[in-house]
């Protein structure tokens, strides 16, 4: 019986070894959360910004919204998909004097080469600058007007959120459009091939 075992332990490392390394190497051209890394990080990639701001309108339905009381609702309902990126909403919080709303971003990369969007602009020398912040963010009612945030975030990475006020409640009743132009387009390429 022992004589076996040393055998069998050798066999299943031959096996073992080159299929771990090749999942490896298939996670490293085909997982999007480390190709986004490497791209970020310009580990094999180079990108450049195209745009410094791609317009666009968030449309939050009125059957999302807690407006009865305290009450928060995961969705992940996808807003938008352009450019190898897709916006989520994914959560909606009513806190008793506050709705919360929270957008996920996610990013499918091509290996090669290809666009993404985010709302943070890359300076070149490993550093990031978030500007405007909620700025960039206007909600509209049904009609048309203007709601005023009360405040507004990004992060982690190209997530947004932003609040109302539980004053302008009747306001959300029948859906919400969300403008933002915080997202800038980037172009990305291999640099290592």
């Known amino acids: 019986m022992r004589r076996l075992t040393i055998p069998c332990l050798i066999l299943a490392a031959v096996l073992l070894l080159p299929a771990w390394f090749g999942l490896r190497a298939y996670r490293n051209h085909h997982d999007p959360d480390i190709i986004m890394e490497r791209i970020l990080s310009g580990n094999g990639y180079s990108f450049r910004i195209m745009e410094e701001s791609v317009p666009m309108t968030l ?7 807690p407006i009865a009381g305290k009450e ?7 807003l938008y ?7 989520y909403l994914e959560q909606i919080w009513n806190r008793g004097d506050d709705l919360y709303f929270g957008f996920h971003t ?13 709302n943070q602009r890359f300076l070149g020398n490993g550093t990031v600058s978030t500007s405007g912040g909620f700025r960039e963010l206007l909600p509209f009612d049904a009609s048309g007007k203007p709601i005023d945030p009360s405040q507004g975030g990004s992060g982690p990475m190209a997530d947004f959120s932003f609040k109302v006020s539980t004053e302008q409640i009747n306001r959300l009743r029948d ?11 980037y172009e990305y390429w291999r640099s290592d091939s």
């Open 106 to 118: 996610v990013f499918r990369p091509d290996d090669d080469r290809g666009e993404f969007l985010h």
């Open 81 to 87: 998909e352009a450019y190898g990126t897709e916006i």
């Open 59 to 65: 449309h939050v339905k009125p059957e999302w919204i």
């Open 72 to 78: 928060q609702r995961f969705l992940h309902e996808k």
């Open 175 to 185: 859906g919400i459009d969300v403008s933002y132009t915080g997202m800038k387009l």
